[in-house]
């Protein structure tokens, strides 16, 4: 009643006993599943759902792997490989720019048309293939800065090469300085921000290929696992029953062989082909880049001799050379282990014939650079420019050769390449959904193969 006073809670009379804690759901739940595991229906109940928790998981496991090795294999193939093909490209293209841009310099008034457009294409070439790789590149990366620095520099090395052709058709001696200038510009700065650009993106393929590759541990061992849980489960239901087969596990037990043997199958054929196209493509290609890039600096240094005429030298163990002449001897050197590296990693006839074709050529333009510099050196420069640029019997058709030789033999690595890596990622095709479907299967076979014996309990 209103205003009447509260009562004080009675103590509760001494030795009674204390009212029972108050247990929690998982206390209550672990005692309910150690009560069901004294009964077999309540065993069978347990085995059922690790059964199937386990064939789940090894699904779920295959289908991640699977895909993510998938998706790796298509990036070598459609993305990191042609980017880094591509970077190489911008590469020879500039390398190749800069060649021309000599041989039609030291022609003068007499540049061919061939030669001009030659240049021009190159020079088109490297502006492309750096759009290409700045619509791949991440935003803030070295990969950014570094083409951002090129697409800066390839406007100011072509005023530089302009200006020397402009200067070199009305006779001016500076023009050759601009040329050097140009080539000062490209070797120094242009050609090495190209090689840096090379080099990542041949760490992003092989980044690729180090995620394709290899094995999926986890699924496999998630899939002996969840095999073993069958067999023994089957093996438990026959010692209980004397039925040879249930048939509900038998099911989940060779969907999951199923799901298992496809996962190891099909992943070592992928990484087989995978591994064949890093060894037969990617080492090849890589080896015949750097040998065509040698051989178009070689060309550059044997042109720029002529242009500068001794006005750059260089002091090795005191000893004074032309610059030019004695760059083009580690170009040349260069090349030729390339060429014999290439030649040994070639399989087969298509990839070592173009090789051994360059290989000749090679022979051919050192004897004939070594007659041009005697008549340089000796004061004939008309004789030496008719052996670097003429016609007739000139160390430019012996770089042509070995030009179109190396290319030839990139196309057929390339095509190498493709066929093997897209063999690879193709032996993946199906296996992420293939796996789910079979584990849903299994895990249902399981589950139906417990219930068929939880039934003869009711």
Same mark, same amino acid.
Request: aromatic content about 8%; glycine content about 8%.
């Given at each position: 009643?209103? /205003?009447?006073?509260?009562? &004080?809670?009675?103590? #509760?009379? *001494?030795? &009674? =006993? #204390?009212?029972?804690?108050?247990?929690?759901?998982?206390?209550e739940g672990v005692d309910r599943l150690r009560a069901a595991a004294t009964t077999e229906p309540g065993r069978l109940r347990i085995i059922g759902a690790v059964l199937a928790l386990l064939v789940v998981a090894f699904g779920a496991s295959a289908a991640w792997q699977a895909d993510t090795r998938s998706a790796a294999a298509d990036d070598v193939l459609h993305r990191s490989q042609p980017l880094s093909s591509g970077a190489a490209d911008i590469y020879r293209s500039l390398a190749d720019a800069n060649t021309a841009a000599s041989s039609g310099f030291l022609a003068g008034g007499q540049e061919t048309p061939q030669s001009r457009t030659r240049y021009e294409n190159d020079i088109s070439t490297a502006a492309a293939g750096l759009v290409t790789a700045a619509a791949n590149t991440e935003p /803030? @990366?070295?990969?950014?800065?570094?083409?951002?620095?090129?697409?800066? $520099?390839? =406007?100011?090395?072509?005023?530089?090469?302009?200006? #020397?052709?402009?200067?070199?058709r009305q006779g001016y001696p500076v023009g050759g300085a601009y040329l050097r200038y140009a080539n000062e510009k490209m070797q120094q700065e242009m050609l090495p921000a190209a090689e840096d650009?090379?080099?990542?993106?041949?760490?992003? $393929? +092989?980044? +690729?290929? *180090? +995620?394709?590759?290899?094995?999926?541990?986890i699924a496999i061992g998630l899939g002996v696992l969840a095999l073993g849980a069958l067999g023994w489960a089957q093996r438990r239901t026959y010692r209980r029953t004397h039925r040879v087969l249930n048939h509900g596990l038998v099911a989940a037990s060779a969907a999951t062989t199923v799901a298992l043997l496809w996962l190891v199958v099909g992943h070592a054929v992928a990484r087989t082909e995978l591994t064949g196209s890093y060894d037969s493509g990617i080492r090849s290609l890589t080896v015949l880049h750097d040998a065509r890039i040698a051989s178009l600096k070689a060309r550059g240094n044997e042109n720029l001799s002529l242009v500068a005429?001794?006005?750059?030298?260089?002091?090795?163990?005191?000893?004074?050379? %032309? *610059?030019?002449?004695? +760059?083009?001897?580690?170009?040349?050197?260069?090349?030729?282990?390339? $060429?014999?590296?290439?030649?040994k990693l070639a399989d087969d006839q298509g990839g070592s014939a173009p090789v051994q074709a360059a290989e000749s050529n090679m022979a051919v333009w050192k004897q004939r650079h070594a007659a041009a510099r005697t008549e %340089?050196?000796? /004061?004939?420069?008309?004789?030496? $420019?008719?052996?670097?640029?003429?016609?007739? %019997?000139?160390? /430019?058709?012996?770089?042509?050769?070995?030009?179109? @030789?190396?290319?030839? #033999?990139? %196309?057929?690595e390339q095509a190498e390449f493709g066929r093997s890596a897209r063999d690879g990622r193709d032996a993946l095709t199906g296996l992420p959904a293939g796996a789910a479907v079979l584990a849903v299967l299994g895990a249902a076979g399981a589950v139906a193969g417990i219930g068929r014996r939880l039934s003869e309990y009711r």
């Open positions: 009643m209103p /205003g009447t006073p509260a009562r &004080s809670a009675r103590p #509760a009379p *001494a030795g &009674s =006993p #204390a009212p029972p804690a108050r247990r929690t759901a998982f206390a /803030g @990366s070295a990969s950014e800065a570094t083409i951002a620095k090129l697409n800066r $520099l390839l =406007p100011e090395y072509k005023g530089l090469v302009e200006r #020397a052709r402009t200067y070199n650009l090379y080099t990542t993106e041949n760490g992003r $393929l +092989d980044a +690729d290929y *180090a +995620d394709a590759t290899p094995y999926p541990w005429r001794g006005a750059e030298t260089v002091t090795v163990d005191g000893q004074t050379y %032309d *610059a030019y002449s004695y +760059d083009f001897d580690k170009d040349m050197a260069t090349l030729g282990k390339g $060429l014999s590296r290439a030649e %340089d050196e000796n /004061g004939n420069y008309d004789q030496a $420019l008719d052996k670097v640029i003429g016609p007739k %019997d000139a160390t /430019g058709q012996c770089f042509d050769g070995v030009d179109s @030789s190396l290319a030839r #033999a990139i %196309d057929h």
